[in-house]
């Protein structure tokens, strides 16, 4: 016999709660049906409290990588006719990964304990995000947890994959960068003054770009130290205040009007927001609450603070395509196809379709940034460079011509 924990509201629209000692949920439940009792939550005291006293529960840590992976096998043993728990249990005998073993072995004691999978996983929020949870409660409400999981998987593996292509498109301008720099350091801060000095020339007399080199060649020499802690205060201040922080709406709104990066982003999010909402509509979720929880899927606080207001107009009567036009964030094509859906009834499939067409412009703006940011990098670098030996040749020929007057 298990215990559990639930929360009715009896005919009287009184709210009730109390503890139940049943064989499983389903009995659990059919014992209050009987005391005419309408059920809002009910959960499995023992489970609950054994997971509380696990040690390092909530220190489980599971990547986007794995979680896709998880999400795909899972979604593959439904399809192939396994129970849920058989699924997982052959599962977590099958995998390598340790946490991923110990969440399996959570969730399938969860489960033989008479709670949902959805419930389950909601005792996970590091894990599980509130739109992968509300897409499983959908799929066991319609009895397709099978082929949500696939179209979970889907997204999943399609997010990865931009971000993949994002992170790998970041190396070669990163390296560039700190190479750079790093050359200029030494250049402005070693060379130049060595060289300088083998002229014998008064400071003074020579051209402005070559006191400028030597100004800020023996500022980083004699005050490195200031300028590392002043750099370090800097990346902390931005992440605190901006990253992390009050800024962070203002940062993202300014990320959206970078040439070609902010169309980027901006078609990255329209992709995630569309198919996210397309697959729970699809599903038979309302409009208020698929928004909800595709709002949690945008990354952009800018388009997030967009999409609130967006939820409290279709509260108010409003059709979804306006808000979305007005906050001046969104994409023309998704607002157009979402209007295309609401007028013809097929919303699913217009921003399912919406999210497949902002994808592929994604991977063509990503082509481009990363064409494009090398060469911006190159110039930037070569007029520095250039800057430097314009110096340096102005000095040699000073030193030259007060060599022939003298």
Do not use: C, W
């Given at each position: 016999m298990a215990t559990f924990v639930y929360k009715a509201v009896d005919l009287s629209g009184r709210e009730v709660s109390g503890e139940l000692e049943a064989p499983d949920r389903t009995a659990a439940l059919r014992e209050l049906a009987r005391q005419d009792a309408c059920v809002t939550r009910i959960?499995?005291?023992?489970?609950?409290?054994?997971?509380?006293?696990?040690?390092?529960?909530?220190?489980?840590?599971?990547?986007?990588?794995?979680?896709?992976?998880?999400?795909?096998?899972?979604?593959?043993?439904?399809?192939?006719?396994?129970?849920?728990?058989?699924?997982?249990?052959?599962?977590?005998?099958?995998?390598?990964?340790?946490?991923?073993?110990?969440?399996?072995?959570?969730?399938?004691?969860?489960?033989?304990?008479?709670?949902?999978?959805?419930?389950?996983?909601?005792?996970?929020?590091?894990?599980?995000?509130?739109?992968?949870?509300?897409?499983?409660?959908?799929?066991?409400?319609?009895?397709?947890?099978?082929?949500?999981?696939?179209?979970?998987?889907?997204?999943?593996?399609?997010?990865?994959?931009?971000?993949?292509?994002?992170?790998?498109?970041?190396?070669?301008?990163?390296?560039?960068?700190?190479?750079?720099?790093?050359?200029?350091?030494?250049?402005?801060?070693?060379?130049?003054?060595?060289?300088?000095?083998?002229?014998?020339t008064d400071t003074m007399l020579l051209p402005l770009p070559t006191r400028i080199m030597m100004g800020a060649g023996d500022f980083v020499r004699d005050w490195w130290y200031l300028l590392l802690a002043a750099v370090a205060t800097g990346v902390f201040a931005f992440r605190h205040w901006v990253l992390q922080g009050p800024g962070r709406p203002r940062w993202d709104r300014f990320k959206l009007r970078v040439p070609i990066w902010g169309r980027l982003i901006a078609q990255t999010e329209s992709s995630r927001f569309a198919r996210s909402m397309g697959i729970l509509v699809r599903g038979g979720v309302t409009i208020t609450e698929a928004l909800a929880a595709a709002?949690?899927?945008?990354?952009?606080?800018?388009?997030?603070?967009?999409?609130?207001?967006?939820?409290?107009?279709?509260?108010?009567?409003?059709?979804?395509?306006?808000?979305?036009?007005?906050?001046?964030?969104?994409?023309?094509?998704?607002?157009?196809?979402?209007?295309?859906?609401?007028?013809?009834?097929?919303?699913?499939?217009?921003?399912?379709?919406?999210?497949?067409?902002?994808e592929a412009e994604a991977r063509v703006t990503l082509d481009r940034v990363v064409t494009i940011l090398p060469v911006l990098m190159i110039l930037a670098l070569a007029g520095i460079i250039g800057f430097i030996v314009a110096g340096l040749v102005l000095a040699i020929v000073e030193f030259q011509t007060v060599g022939v007057g003298g």
């Open positions: 959960d499995a005291k023992s489970q609950r409290a054994a997971l509380s006293e696990t040690p390092g529960s909530n220190r489980l840590r599971i990547g986007s990588k794995q979680l896709a992976i998880l999400t795909r096998q899972l979604a593959t043993s439904l399809e192939a006719g396994l129970t849920l728990m058989h699924a997982l249990d052959v599962m977590q005998q099958e995998l390598h990964h340790r946490p991923s073993r110990e969440l399996l072995g959570r969730l399938a004691g969860d489960v033989q304990h008479g709670r949902s999978l959805s419930d389950a996983m909601n005792e996970h929020p590091r894990i599980f995000s509130p739109l992968y949870i509300r897409m499983v409660r959908v799929g066991e409400t319609g009895g397709m947890l099978d082929t949500m999981l696939g179209q979970l998987a889907e997204m999943l593996e399609r997010q990865n994959d931009l971000r993949d292509r994002v992170r790998t498109a970041s190396i070669y301008p990163s390296i560039l960068l700190l190479v750079g720099l790093a050359s200029v350091v030494i250049i402005v801060a070693v060379i130049v003054p060595r060289i300088i000095e083998s002229l014998g709002k949690e899927t945008v990354q952009n606080a800018a388009m997030r603070q967009a999409m609130e207001s967006v939820a409290a107009s279709i509260q108010s009567g409003e059709s979804i395509a306006r808000p979305l036009q007005r906050s001046g964030l969104f994409r023309p094509l998704l607002i157009q196809m979402v209007r295309i859906g609401e007028n013809t009834g097929r919303l699913h499939e217009m921003l399912l379709k919406a999210a497949d067409i902002h």
